[in-house]
């Protein structure tokens, strides 16, 4: 339909990006020869349900890796790793197992209290020591809201630690709320009995303190169980999301023996040194030889907080450092601890050295892209630097680069603090995707912001995301529609990224800008805010044109299919598949099993079309029934119609295109659209007919029915045109039967304002008449608490005190009198003697 010129697609030169190796403003990102990419990206650590801040990250990097795939045509060979094995997984999976093993023992009531009082008190010895110095007796469940609130108050209420600095709440607040709150849980617990329902959170941590020695771990399926489930509830919610799936996943507990190797290679070159059966990173050694130590986080260096972060909750215990920086690369396995055998005893990998070693496996010395939370960048990503660039050292050819770009994508907060698993400050991604967000909507959210960019979701940011996923929906049902109206059956059917339209009207022209700002926002460290803001500005440039007389469809066409295109390169559309030419428009919100019907088409068109025909054939009947014998233009449409006919026709102009037994089901339904539609149209013409107000209800209602029903249960609105057929649009049923009951409620609250007007209007009729009834000169008469005396008309004349009444005061119950007065000669008139 339109017509195009072919040009090469968008090069992959060009593209500039924020290298957390080079801060600053964006470097250039220098390609391969052959397009390839290699990106390695950190995984989460199984041990617990997902959450949004998971979500902003990993949906944040497949934005990213998409549109390098898809739209800049690179090969990606993306790798994720699985920790599968981490100080957090032991000391989760070993509570749980002490934990059930602790409720399974016979203990009364008394020796339940006395254990929960003992995990009570140490919980809040570790944790909320502000507690123990709140009064002057013990510490007990009775006097631990006034102890709360005298020692955490005003963390409580929004207010800071006295050792926060800057006067706004942080993680260290937030932390405190999530122990306050497990402190608070405990003590119901024992105030009702109920200790292993409500005070698990603090029973968790003393059990582990007194039996963690005990547990046996030569049997790992403990912690494994708990890894392979947790795994396979990360797959699902990324599948959830529409998040691609990584080309290979790693996981740390099939990769021992490559690490102990690895860690012997790094021993051998001299930056790493046994200590009590552990081996730790030599940093002074390291840079000695000429390398740079913490090259993302140089300022971080000494930050004796995150290096025992970084170590893990057990960092107390590894002794033999020779530095307080030195990291582990292997730790000594200690009672309650999983293990593996190595040189140097039995033990586990470091935290860190699992990614250098599963990286380079994959990815060889060097990768391009390596990717993860900015809450990495230090330690993890700089030892994993330190020790991956010990390994590849070599003497005499200097610094080794393991990592030519670092991606790091930045916090979700909540009122101030990073979500975090360790807070308990998040809404898992299974909650959020069944209360408040589609794989769609979220993903928009998350492409408001830069992926670099810190970011706390606001509710304008939600509505932002809202109004532009309404506007490209309505875009797409609107542009379908006039394709339809105008008859347009084939169009474009494709538009490549690097086609251009004929400047043929200012849209076109339009549109070759708006193409030419979202490829200079994507060359900008892949800006999706900007991007969006392109694609929103030609939307409704397009919906402008489309409103016109003479719109040039053929360029709106163009720039539906392109925008389709977009949205399938953002994953926008999770039903998709690339290169995402072959359909206009995008599928459900989130995520489905199959994608027969609608746009993606149906193997039996006939099966498909009978609801519509059905449909078709109940309207006809009903338009019949109403026997409307006078209107010969209704009765010769009743008779002429035939979409059977014109379906016939249709399917066997598809059958001869060869769609592969593939339908496009809203195409082939419009027959029976068009002739429900002109029926209805018909009808609304001939309420219009005086000669036929005796059936003037029954045909408005059979009018509002088959728009607000019967269509509505098919997915399809009516726009009604003055002078014009009513436009024929594919809607899905959910957002039509809202809209209806939304419409619905609208209806209902109007008559329930006007009923209570009318009411109010009635209550103070009767209240006007009631008071009307009193003569004026009984209207003071009464009142002898502010009076004592009246004249003969009923004035008052003297107080209550026998003071004459003021002169001022005289004038205004004068005034209120003859009021009364009109007001009762009215009530008179109206219904007589009194």
């Given at each position: 339909m339109a017509e195009t010129k072919t040009s090469t697609p968008p090069s992959s030169g060009g593209i500039a990006v924020f290298n957390s190796l080079k801060p600053g403003a964006p470097?250039?990102?220098?390609?391969?020869?052959?397009?390839?990419?290699?990106?390695?990206?950190?995984?989460?650590?199984?041990?617990?349900?997902?959450?949004?801040?998971?979500?902003?990250?990993?949906?944040?990097?497949?934005?990213?890796?998409?549109?390098?795939?898809?739209?800049?045509?690179?090969?990606?060979?993306f790798v994720m790793n699985i920790t599968d094995v981490d100080d957090k997984i032991i000391i989760?999976?070993?509570?749980?197992?002490?934990?059930?093993?602790?409720?399974?023992?016979?203990?009364?009531?008394?020796?339940?209290?006395?254990?929960?009082?003992?995990?009570?008190?140490?919980?809040?010895?570790?944790?909320?020591?502000?507690?123990?110095?709140?009064?002057?007796?013990?510490?007990?469940?009775?006097?631990?809201?006034?102890?709360?609130?005298a020692a955490y108050g005003t963390v409580l209420t929004g207010g800071v630690l006295p050792t926060t600095e800057g006067g706004k709440p942080g993680d260290a607040e937030a932390k405190t709320k999530m122990h306050v709150a497990n402190m608070d849980a405990a003590a119901r617990g024992l105030q009702t009995g109920s200790v292993f329902d409500d005070a698990e959170e603090i029973l968790l941590p003393y059990l582990d303190s007194l039996y963690k020695e005990t547990i046996d771990t030569s049997d790992q399926t403990m912690f494994t169980d708990l890894t392979k489930s947790m795994e396979k509830l990360f797959t699902d919610d990324m599948d959830a999301l529409n998040v691609l799936p990584p080309d290979s996943i790693t996981r740390v507990t099939e990769y021992v023996p490559q690490i102990v190797e690895f860690i012997d290679g790094i021993i051998a070159k001299g930056f790493a040194y046994e200590a009590n059966a552990s081996v730790y990173f030599d940093i002074d050694a390291f840079e000695k030889a000429g390398n740079t130590y913490a090259r993302l986080r140089p300022e971080s260096k000494n930050d004796k907080a995150l290096q025992e972060e970084g170590e893990g909750s057990l960092s107390k215990s590894l002794a033999g450092k020779r530095r307080p920086g030195d990291f582990a690369l292997w730790k000594k396995s200690k009672p309650g601890e999983p293990f593996w055998p190595s040189p140097w005893g039995n033990g586990r990998p470091g935290w860190h050295i699992e990614c250098s070693?599963?990286?380079?496996?994959?990815?060889?010395?060097?990768?391009?892209?390596?990717?993860?939370?900015?809450?990495?960048?230090?330690?993890?990503?700089?030892?994993?630097?330190?020790?991956?660039?010990?390994?590849?050292?070599?003497?005499?050819?200097?610094?080794?680069?393991?990592?030519?770009?670092?991606?790091?994508?930045?916090?979700l907060s909540i009122a101030g603090s990073k979500m975090s698993k360790s807070l308990k400050n998040f809404q898992t991604i299974q909650d959020a995707l069944a209360t408040t967000y589609t794989a769609r909507s979220m993903r928009i959210v998350f492409m408001l912001s830069r992926w670099n960019d810190g970011l706390e979701i606001s509710p304008d940011m939600r509505k932002q995301a809202s109004s532009f996923e309404n506007t490209l929906d309505n875009f797409f049902t609107n542009v379908k529609a006039r394709l339809a109206e105008a008859g347009v059956s084939s169009g474009l059917q494709k538009l490549s990224l690097g086609e251009t339209v004929e400047a043929k009207s200012s849209l076109a022209a339009e549109f070759e800008q708006a193409k030419a700002d979202l490829d200079a926002a994507l060359r900008s460290s892949f800006d999706t805010?900007?991007?969006?803001?392109?694609?929103?500005?030609?939307?409704?440039?397009?919906?402008?044109?489309?409103?016109?007389?003479?719109?040039?469809?053929?360029?709106?066409?163009?720039?539906?299919?392109?925008?389709?295109?977009?949205a399938g390169v953002f994953g926008l559309d999770p039903n998709a598949q690339p290169p995402y030419e072959s359909s206009l428009g995008w599928g459900p919100a989130n995520p489905t099993a199959s994608a027969a019907g609608g746009a993606g088409g149906i193997a039996d068109p006939k099966v498909a079309v009978q609801p519509y025909s059905g449909v078709f054939a109940k309207v006809k009947g009903d338009v019949a029934a109403l026997g409307l014998t006078t209107e010969v233009a209704l009765n010769t449409l009743l008779a002429e119609l035939r979409p059977d006919a014109e379906f016939a026709l249709l399917e066997k102009e598809l059958d001869d295109n060869n769609n592969n037994g593939r339908y496009d089901i809203e195409r082939l339904a419009?027959?029976?659209?068009?002739?429900?539609?002109?029926?209805?149209?018909?009808?609304?013409?001939?309420?219009?007919?005086?000669?036929?107000?005796?059936?003037?209800?029954?045909?408005?209602?059979?009018?509002?029915?088959?728009?607000?029903?019967?269509?509505?249960e098919l997915g399809v609105q009516l726009d009604d045109q003055p002078d014009r057929p009513s436009l024929i649009k594919f809607v899905p049923v959910a957002k039509l039967v809202a809209a209806r009951e939304e419409k619905a409620a609208a209806v209902a609250e109007k008559a329930r304002l006007k009923e209570e007007a009318q009411r109010a209007r009635e209550k103070a009729e009767e209240e006007k008449w009631a008071k009307a009834k009193t003569p004026p000169q009984d209207l003071y008469r009464n009142n002898t608490a502010d009076f004592s005396a009246w004249d003969a008309d009923g004035l008052p004349t003297k107080l209550a005190d026998g003071s004459d009444v003021p002169k001022t005061q005289s004038k205004r119950l004068k005034k209120e009198w003859d009021r009364q007065k009109k007001l009762h000669e009215s009530y008179l008139e109206k219904f007589g003697s009194a």
């Open positions: 470097v250039p990102f220098v390609t391969r020869e052959d397009g390839s990419v290699s990106w390695y990206s950190c995984g989460p650590t199984v041990y617990d349900l997902s959450h949004m801040g998971h979500a902003r990250n990993y949906v944040s990097t497949d934005v990213i890796r998409r549109i390098l795939m898809h739209y800049f045509d690179l090969k990606v060979n989760k999976a070993r509570r749980k197992r002490l934990y059930d093993l602790e409720r399974e023992k016979p203990y009364t009531p008394a020796q339940r209290h006395a254990l929960a009082t003992a995990a009570f008190l140490a919980y809040a010895h570790a944790n909320l020591p502000l507690l123990e110095v709140a009064g002057d007796s013990p510490l007990d469940e009775l006097n631990y809201l006034a102890r709360r609130d070693v599963m990286a380079s496996d994959k990815l060889g010395e060097q990768m391009d892209i390596h990717s993860g939370g900015i809450d990495l960048a230090f330690p993890h990503h700089d030892n994993e630097l330190a020790q991956s660039e010990a390994y590849f050292y070599r003497p005499g050819h200097g610094e080794h680069s393991w990592v030519r770009y670092f991606f790091h994508m930045g916090h805010p900007a991007a969006l803001q392109v694609i929103l500005r030609l939307v409704r440039n397009a919906n402008v044109s489309m409103s016109e007389p003479s719109a040039d469809l053929s360029t709106i066409e163009a720039v539906a299919r392109w925008v389709t295109k977009i419009l027959p029976f659209l068009r002739a429900v539609s002109s029926l209805r149209d018909e009808l609304r013409r001939v309420v219009t007919n005086p000669d036929n107000k005796d059936k003037k209800a029954a045909v408005l209602a059979l009018s509002d029915r088959i728009r607000d029903y019967d269509l509505v």
